[in-house]
């Protein structure tokens, strides 16, 4: 079983629907989680991390279920920038953070 | 443009061939990470350098690849010879220090193709 586990997609969705992505990890030691943003052939860049309280940035709403080992990302209003992959990343402190990324699920936002 | 760099862009080499990757992170950031991304996958760790040393490279083929970063500020990473699989993304990170809240920032990545 993979350490980081997300449907891979694509998610195909019209400009403004809402899409929720879903990502659960097997290390119920794991204390640090986020969701990264991966456009086409460039690098991965912090969208946001992710509290067990359940935080809210704009039109992007992440939850944590650590009973669960549950992670998500909603996105509302989807804009057609919103197209990237997204990759779901717990990390573990061992001393030091090490981070263990998900496959990613890919969006696509059409007009 | 990422603040991490990274060079060079892209690399196609033959197999058996030395390859080399060089990474300098954000000025100030402690620790500097290298993954290996496989099309259609998720970045995976490759080395952890905390300044000079390596805090962790569990995951690095050591019988061909290496890895340093001798002054604690920049580094290198080589694999001799490459292999065909060898074929990805390769990404260098950095982050302030090792925490576990803190964000690692990401270069634009190198990417190469074994012939």
């Known amino acids: 079983r993979k350490e980081v586990e997300q449907d891979p997609g694509p998610f195909n969705v019209p400009e403004g629907a809402t899409v929720a992505f879903n990502c659960t990890y097997s290390n119920s030691a794991s204390q640090s989680f986020f969701w990264y943003r991966q456009d086409c052939r460039k690098e991965p860049k912090l969208l946001m991390s992710v509290y067990s309280s359940g935080n809210e940035d704009g039109r992007f709403t992440a939850q944590l279920n650590r009973a669960s080992q549950y992670i998500s990302l909603l996105i509302r209003d989807s804009k057609l920038s919103d197209s990237a992959t997204y990759l779901c990343v717990v990390a573990m402190n061992t001393g030091f953070q090490k981070l263990v990324f998900g496959t990613g699920t890919r969006l696509l936002v059409s007009p | 443009e990422a603040e991490v760099a990274q060079s060079p862009r892209y690399k196609i080499t033959e197999k058996s061939q030395a390859v080399a990757f060089w990474c300098d992170p954000i000025?100030?950031?402690?620790?500097l990470y290298w993954y290996r991304q496989i099309l259609g996958q998720g970045p995976e760790l490759l080395v952890q350098f905390q300044d000079e040393s390596v805090v962790d490279d569990s995951q690095l083929p050591k019988d061909r690849f290496s890895a340093e970063r001798l002054k604690g500020v920049d580094s290198t990473l080589k694999i001799q010879p490459a292999e065909l699989g060898d074929s990805a993304m390769y990404l260098c990170?950095?982050?302030?220090?090792?925490?576990?809240?803190?964000?690692?920032?990401f270069g634009d990545g190198t990417r190469l193709s074994i012939l």
């Open positions: 000025s100030g950031h402690a620790t």
């Open positions: 990170a950095s982050s302030l220090e090792g925490h576990s809240n803190q964000p690692q920032h």
